[in-house]
């Protein structure tokens, strides 16, 4: 069964360095989502590309945030510098295509601790 | 208005019970509501999900009530087992392209 894959699954790090996530999403899949979750809250969108564009960051903090999907295949997420806040799960999501009713398919998550 | 209000926060019930987890959401422009289930080190997975034409729909032990004139929609897991301790989240999105926003989650422990 395809799955959106994801790493690192874990990375500890300590404020004021720089960290990157990575995500392979379904082949064929057109859409990706990045999304941050904090503990005890539901997952909230950072970043939604369409193939290789961006279609909302709108809630992406792009002082220290960024994202990219060169190819329109797999993405990396940036932060730098980290901060204490930024400790939560950043998942990676994907679906075919744009509509809202299509199925999201997530990937485990990469759990961030920022020291 | 973007907000999805989920709850309880947290359920406890035995086996065979039947959990019931709500939720309530502000703009009515909202037209797709889904149920997503996630597991301890696992990302969220779809479950269950409905438009607003309907007012209930059933998969399984897993049903979706939909009230569109109190803006409100919940969850129920009939004969619950202990493999449905979970959290779950309901979501909501529409057409016009506004992101999907959860709720808070809820997590639930099915007692043996």
């Known amino acids: 069964e395809a799955e959106v894959a994801q790493s690192p699954r874990y990375k500890i790090t300590e404020k004021s360095q720089a960290v990157a996530f990575w995500c392979d999403p379904i082949?064929?899949?057109?859409?990706l989502y990045w999304y941050r979750q904090i503990l005890g809250q539901g997952p909230e969108l950072l970043v939604q590309?369409?193939?290789?564009?961006?279609?909302?960051d709108s809630q992406l903090p792009k002082d220290r945030f960024s994202a990219e999907r060169l190819k329109g295949v797999d993405s990396t997420l940036k932060i730098q510098p980290a901060e204490l806040g930024d400790s939560a799960m950043y998942l990676c999501?994907?679906?075919?295509?744009?509509?809202?009713?299509?199925?999201?398919?997530f990937g485990p998550g990469t759990r961030l601790t920022v020291l | 208005q973007q907000q999805v209000k989920q709850s309880p926060q947290s359920l406890i019930v035995q086996k065979g019970g039947i959990p019931i987890i709500n939720c309530a959401y502000e703009n009515t422009a909202f037209d797709y509501f889904p149920w997503y289930q996630q597991f301890p080190g696992k990302g969220p997975a779809l479950l269950i999900a409905i438009r607003p034409d309907v007012s209930e729909k059933k998969e399984g032990r897993f049903t979706i009530s939909f009230n569109k004139s109190a803006k409100q929609f919940s969850l129920h897991i009939m004969d619950s087992q202990p493999g449905d301790s979970a959290t779950y989240f309901c979501a909501a999105s529409n057409t016009g392209g506004f992101k999907t926003i959860f709720g808070a989650g809820t997590r639930l422990f099915v007692k043996a």
């Open positions: 082949s064929g899949h057109a859409t």
């Open positions: 999501a994907s679906t075919e295509s744009s509509g809202p009713y299509n199925e999201q398919f």
């Open positions: 590309f369409q193939d290789e564009s961006v279609v909302d």
